[in-house]
């Protein structure tokens, strides 16, 4: 039977699944309770299930007449379980992670004192975990912030941003590993590179056979199409680091296998190309953007389609989510929505700009948003209006006045008024792309003016502060903080991201870095 889902209509409501077991009848004789011997050997990680017959084979040929010694894991495991099982696996990482840090701190201490204090020390271990995972936990949900933006050393010229990866076309998308260990990077080509973020070195996803997409989900191709588009406009890891997801002008949402490189499986639904993706932080559930102005979400643990989330009249560009249950979207019918997707309501802000262009959450009642008109704005939830505009953000200074200060708040891009030095062209002044460093004040912000602006956000004001201009050529079309802020990345093309209206022949496609000094 398959799996039972909570909202699984169109527009339902509700964005949990329950973990079901999957199995192709419902008869005694297969039930794992009357058949216990019954039980199938998979590897340390745990394999997506599917109703599939594929799903039984073992990965990669392992399992096969190596089994004995490996473990076996009844495939019964409740959702309670295993939020069970990955909390206690999360505690003894950061108990040793702990553990190591002590040691670091006493190792010029005698063997005696640590005798002496070794029962203290462990004593002590139970209650340095709960600060720590009490600390973790509140800037996760956004009820602490780090200062990181203070303390951020003005970069050298020697400090710029430095290419770690090449593409033949520009960057649409780019997204990091959990522990910032790891990059994925793609491109107008359709080509998904994933890269180590210190040596930049990696390898290459190769899309499989149509006959093997097919099989894989995906459906053929509607209106005047006549074959698949394999241009991405989106990418997305899920929160362990096991999965990869992609997007773009096929319309379809593409899961990989980050182990193996290997496509495991299509979503089709959306009616439109998909143009962004996000995982919820801690979950499985996955959200997808599109033209056709909805927002689907799905469960990569049994592959299935949960809801749809309507209440855009246009394109959605951008979207982000924490750990809470909720979607922030942006979209070229200049509003910003907030989805609280459990109680099935939304909070609408509307914006002056004919588009907003991206959008990022600092925390669960304040968010960052870019638009067409080179504003930066930033939001809160208690009002429909920005709390805080920062105009011309990226707008155009010839070389002769370069550090000259953009005015603020009077000059919009596209007026002919002002210093004849200040080039307004929208094309280049649009802001495509912000971020921001999970859990701190520090936020960036990239259009095609030549340069990636890093600014300090202000709790106590409500404002935006600008701190340093990072030189870089061409359009960049997404960017990616460290959650420790030691590094920023951005995919850079000689065209936006979602067209060719603009072009920087002297700008290399490709994915960026630029260290951060802390002080």
């Known amino acids: 039977m398959p799996p039972k889902r909570k909202g699984g209509g169109v527009g339902g409501g509700g964005g949990k699944t329950k973990s079901f077991n999957k199995s192709k009848k419902a008869s005694i004789d297969e039930d794992p309770f009357f058949k216990s011997q019954k039980k199938r050997k998979t590897v340390n990680d745990e394999n997506i299930e599917s109703s599939s017959d594929e799903e039984d084979e073992p990965v990669n040929g392992e399992g096969e007449g190596e089994g004995e010694g490996e473990e076996v894991v009844e495939d019964l495991e409740t959702a309670d379980e295993k939020l069970n099982r990955i909390a206690k696996e999360h505690v003894e990482k950061v108990r040793k992670l702990l553990r190591k840090q002590k040691e670091e701190e006493n190792e010029g201490r005698s063997d005696d004192d640590d005798d002496d204090n070794a029962d203290v020390k462990e ?23 780090k200062v990181i933006a203070s303390r951020i050393q003005k970069p050298e010229s020697a400090d710029e941003f430095r290419v770690l990866v090449k593409h033949r076309q520009p960057v649409t998308a780019i997204a990091l590993s959990n522990d910032d260990m790891k990059g994925f990077s793609a491109s107008k080509d359709g080509t998904i590179l994933h890269w180590d973020v210190d040596s930049g070195k990696g390898g290459k996803y190769l899309w499989p056979s149509d006959e093997v997409l097919k099989s894989h989900g995906v459906k053929d191709p509607q209106g005047k199409a006549r ?17 990869l997801a992609s997007g773009g002008l096929d319309r379809h949402v593409h899961l990989w296998d980050t182990r193996t490189g290997e496509h495991i499986q299509a979503f089709p639904g959306h009616r439109g190309p998909v143009s962004c993706l996000t995982f919820r932080q801690g979950s499985s559930e996955l959200f997808s953007g599109s033209f056709d102005r909805s927002i689907k979400i799905w469960n990569i643990e049994d592959r299935s389609y949960i809801t749809t989330l309507f209440g855009h009249q246009s394109e959605v560009l951008s979207i982000d989510t924490l750990r809470k249950e909720r979607l922030l979207s942006v979209g070229r019918d200049r509003t910003m929505q907030l989805f609280k997707v459990p109680e099935e309501s939304r909070l609408v802000f509307r914006s002056r700009a004919s588009s907003l262009e991206c959008c990022s959450l600092i925390n669960n009642d304040e968010y960052l948003s870019g638009s067409d008109d080179g504003s930066i704005e930033l939001w809160g939830a208690q009002k429909k209006k920005p709390v805080y505009t920062v105009k011309n953000a990226h707008a155009l200074l010839t070389a002769e006045n370069n550090n000259q200060q953009i005015p603020n708040a009077h000059l919009e891009n596209g007026d002919d008024h002002g210093p004849a030095n200040l080039n307004s062209s929208s094309v280049y002044s649009w802001v495509s792309s912000v971020a921001v460093c999970r859990g701190s004040d520090l936020a ?28 870089l050529v061409g359009f960049v079309n997404s960017l990616a903080f460290a959650k420790s802020g030691e590094f920023l990345v951005a995919g850079v093309g000689q065209e936006p991201r979602l067209g060719r209206w603009g072009r920087v022949p002297e700008a290399r496609n490709g994915v960026a870095i630029q260290r951060l000094k802390l002080s």
């Open 123 to 145: 004593g002590e271990m139970d209650s340095l975990v709960a600060k720590f995972l009490m600390k973790e936990q509140m800037e996760d949900s956004g009820r602490a912030t």
């Open 227 to 243: 074959k698949h588009s394999k241009q991405v406009l989106g990418l997305a890891v899920s929160p362990d680091g096991r999965y």
């Open 444 to 471: 960036a912000s990239g259009a095609g003016n030549g340069c990636v602006r890093l600014w300090a956000i202000k709790n106590e004001t409500k404002s935006l502060q600008p701190l340093y201009d990072l030189p």
